[in-house]
């Protein structure tokens, strides 16, 4: 058989396969697609508008720097009392600031949304799509 000949087969026996590159670029414009969607969706909207808002906040930034400031100390010299006490206040401040509140709202709900998505993605491909498959390289 020529080589023109065996190049003929080859190209009839991948008729209706797809390209690899076109898949990838398909897969490629859908996210692009799903990227822009995500960024107009009001939800993201929320956790953007509320992210900043916290950033702008000097006294809920102050209250969060605090708070992780206290949580390292806690994790570095062990159990104490008094920090334990101190990152309890800390938590009520929190809980009692808008701005705080408001952020984590919004953050979880892009998160739910974004778990929703990774349902539909999972069950479309028929295993779990975005799950955690242990830790790094070492």
């Known amino acids: 058989m020529s080589d023109a000949q065996d190049a003929d087969d080859a190209a009839e026996s991948n008729v209706g396969v797809p390209d690899e590159e076109a898949v990838e670029a398909n897969v490629e414009a859908a996210l692009r697609e799903f990227l822009d969607a995500l960024g ?25 720097r605090e708070y992780q400031r206290k949580q390292q100390q806690m994790q570095r010299g062990g159990f104490d009392g008094s920090v334990m006490a101190e990152l309890k206040q800390l938590q009520t401040e929190m809980s009692n ?9 919004a953050q979880a709900d892009l998160i739910a949304l974004l778990q929703r998505t990774d349902d539909v993605i999972s069950d479309a491909i028929g295993e779990a799509f975005a799950r955690s498959t242990g830790g790094g390289c070492c």
Do not use: G, K, N, P
């Open 97 to 105: 600031d808008e701005t705080i509140q408001r952020q984590r709202a």
């Open 40 to 64: 107009e969706s009001e939800t993201y909207r929320r956790f953007v508008a509320a992210d900043e808002a916290l950033r702008d906040d000097a006294d809920a930034m102050a209250l969060l």
